[in-house]
């Protein structure tokens, strides 16, 4: 490529940024233009470059247009993080295909009602995906990412080396992914995202030091919106994504220390889980510009200990994978907000109602509400869930609500209370969980607590704690509970406290309370 030519695709760059709308997979295509030879996916030993991720981007579209899938139809991916992963979801895109990752820890009933859902045209997996699903029958064919008999060969499915797709036109409102719920709580739902939406996510990557020369280690799964919401920023803008086939805080350290990491997308416990190395000190983490955190309370006292340890910014967002209204705590530059989850980020707006859907003024306790440029179309195929979802203000305006429970100060930063569904009732008083652990995880010996609602025949529902100890700690479940009920009011005080060897969580770090509560209820009663 001549200089030229190489400041055109710059400049070209730089225009479809400035426009309302554009195309993730066109952003690519200028950045294997300007910068072919350029990293663009990093998985062990594994490197592609962006001029070989978009020629097999071409490569991917062209198939998937050869076997009749048409724009806006679907393909599925479930399988551990791979360069064929990333890039596969990427060349889906350039087909106006919408994609619908499915994390594998799903049970095979779970995999099969979201494949039916969302009406994959193809599904592609791995051994281990192939595995879990035997006795499962799937009508769409299988495409194996590892080379695996998990299906049909990749690279016998790719269309030919050289292959360029037919143009397609991709409107605002076409969906670009189906990103499915947990599942926890009953049938997952897939929350459609459009271009737009995730436009907007992607546009905003510039602001944030994403750009030629970012390298982004990716430690959560491709199937998260975590991920996502990092991930696209990153392609878009031209940086290099190092990606991790699974989690665990040394192997984190060393790929940084590596690969000079510059941004990186992490949940709460898996900062914790990266301070309490005692290595942590040994690896050269100077590189970092910019650290985010999301999906999961990210508690104040960890926040200020990654401000004084780390290097780089520091931000935390709160928002959900249906969009809305989110915000934005930079930590570095508000320490004294670090209770808090920031304030609504620009073009955001975010609005708190009461239990009958009235707007409530600063100050009071209410339901978070919110509306952006990033909004989810809507739950695939359940426009009764959709319709739940969403709170229409008197302007007639469409806000997505969260389920949360929270405050504004005066200053306009939103302090969160808890999850509506987790709000304790008790005796008719209301009981927030995060207040509760707040203190519990003042004694010395606690690492973790979690509260949840039991059954009570007294009260309705009452408070139960469940706790992780530090290491080496030996207090007592009766030691803790005492301490805790001395400190907290009347109302509050903790019926029952069980020390556990670690809470569980869900594949990005969110507590499953649900299972704690189930789970105490089948062993235990309260009065």
């Given amino acids: 490529m001549t200089t030229s030519d190489q400041a055109a695709a710059e400049q070209g760059h730089v225009a479809l940024l400035e426009q309302p709308f554009g195309l993730l997979s066109d952003l690519?295509?200028?950045?294997?233009?300007?910068?072919?030879?350029?990293?663009?996916?990093?998985?062990?030993?594994?490197?592609?470059?962006?001029?070989?991720?978009?020629?097999?981007?071409?490569?991917?579209?062209?198939?998937?247009?050869?076997?009749?899938?048409?724009?806006?139809?679907?393909?599925?991916?479930?399988?551990?993080?791979?360069?064929?992963?990333?890039?596969?979801?990427?060349?889906?895109?350039?087909?106006?295909?919408?994609?619908?990752?499915?994390?594998?820890?799903?049970?095979?009933?779970?995999?099969?009602?979201?494949l039916a859902d969302c009406g994959a045209k193809r599904f592609f997996l791995d051994k281990s995906v192939a595995k879990a699903l035997e006795g499962i029958s799937l009508t769409m064919p299988l495409t194996a990412l590892d080379g695996s008999d998990a299906g049909g060969s990749y690279e016998?499915?790719?269309?030919?080396?050289?292959?360029?797709?037919?143009?397609?036109?991709?409107?605002?409102?076409?969906?670009?992914?189906?990103?499915?719920?947990?599942?926890?709580?009953?049938?997952?739902?897939?929350?459609?995202?459009?271009?737009?939406?995730?436009?907007?996510?992607?546009?905003r990557g510039g602001g944030l030091g994403y750009g030629p020369g970012s390298v982004t280690l990716l430690s959560t799964p491709l199937y998260s919106n975590t991920t996502l919401v990092s991930f696209f920023p990153t392609m878009g803008m031209g940086g290099a994504a190092v990606l991790m086939d699974k989690f665990d805080a040394l192997g984190f350290l060393k790929l940084a220390h590596q690969h000079r990491v510059t941004h990186a997308m992490l949940v709460p416990v898996q900062y914790r889980r990266i301070l309490e190395q005692p290595t942590f000190g040994d690896y050269d983490l100077s590189s970092f510009q910019m650290k985010f955190c999301t999906s999961a309370p990210f508690g104040a006292a960890l926040k200020a200990d990654i401000l004084k340890r780390w290097p780089g910014g520091l931000i935390e967002y709160y928002g959900m994978t249906e969009g809305g209204g989110s915000c934005g705590l930079i930590a570095h530059e508000h320490p004294d907000k670090l209770h808090t989850v920031g304030q609504p980020l620009p073009g955001h707006d975010v609005r708190l109602i009461d239990e009958e859907g009235r707007e409530l003024p600063a100050g009071e306790v209410g339901e978070v509400v919110g509306r952006s440029p990033a909004m989810m179309n809507g739950y695939h195929n359940q426009p009764g869930k959709t319709a739940e979802a969403e709170w229409i203000s008197p302007e007639g305006l469409r806000y997505i609500r969260t389920g949360d429970v929270g405050r504004f100060d005066a200053e306009g930063f939103l302090t969160l209370m808890d999850r509506k569904k987790d709000m304790i009732i008790s005796g008719g008083f209301n009981i927030y969980p995060s207040d509760l652990e707040s203190v519990i995880v003042g004694h010395p010996a606690v690492l973790e607590a979690a509260v949840v609602g039991a059954l009570s025949d007294r009260w309705g529902e009452t408070p139960v704690a469940f706790v992780t100890l530090k290491a080496g700690a030996t207090a007592t479940a009766d030691e803790v509970r005492d301490w805790a009920n001395a400190k907290l009011g009347k109302t509050q005080r903790l019926a029952a406290l069980k020390l556990m060897d670690v809470l569980p969580r869900s594949a990005i770090g969110k507590v499953l309370k649900r299972e704690l509560r189930d789970q105490f209820m089948a062993e235990e009663t309260v009065a």
């Fill in 28 to 114: 690519i295509r200028f950045n294997a233009r300007a910068r072919p030879e350029s990293p663009a996916l990093i998985k062990d030993d594994e490197i592609m470059t962006y001029g070989a991720l978009d020629a097999r981007m071409d490569q991917i579209a062209a198939a998937l247009q050869r076997d009749g899938v048409q724009p806006g139809e679907a393909i599925s991916i479930c399988a551990g993080s791979s360069v064929a992963y990333a890039a596969t979801f990427l060349g889906g895109l350039r087909a106006g295909v919408a994609v619908a990752p499915l994390a594998p820890s799903s049970t095979p009933e779970s995999l099969a009602i979201m």
């Fill in 156 to 203: 016998a499915w790719l269309a030919p080396a050289g292959s360029k797709p037919a143009p397609v036109s991709v409107t605002p409102s076409m969906p670009f992914n189906i990103i499915y719920s947990s599942g926890t709580t009953g049938t997952p739902k897939g929350i459609v995202q459009s271009h737009e939406m995730r436009w907007s996510h992607t546009g």
